[in-house]
């Protein structure tokens, strides 16, 4: 009786084990870094510094200043960019005059990302905004 009560107990954790065992378990996939991902991780990058460098010059801050906008807090924004946005901004500010007056369109175009940022919840710079989520 009792070696039956334990073979019992035995073969019931042993089902419960190889069941277990044939549970599906989710694939890990292991690939290469093509050259492309790297290339445009480090155009991001690049990116994302002449954004930096922009936003620090003084003409710009004291347009954003004069929008409204804190440059400081414009600029420590811009690490929470997307990608698709840092490079969205980046191009437009590579399509501006050098030393025309299209700043000002440049910084109303990052007024406006920032804007848009901040009313999805990514961001909480404007007081006068609130966020979707």
Known sequence: MMNTRNLRRISLSLVACLITLMLPI???NAAMIGSEQVISSAQVTQDRERI???LQRDDVREALTQ???NA???LSRVGAMTN???SLVAGKIDQLPAG???IVGALVFIFI???ITDILGLTKIFPFTRPVR
Do not use: I, K, N, T
């Open 113 to 115: 990302v920032l804007l």
């Open 26 to 28: 989710a694939p890990v």
């Open 72 to 74: 400081d807090e414009a």
């Open 84 to 86: 698709d946005e840092v």
């Open 100 to 102: 025309g007056s299209s």
């Open 52 to 54: 930096r460098v922009f």
């Open 67 to 69: 929008q409204g906008v």
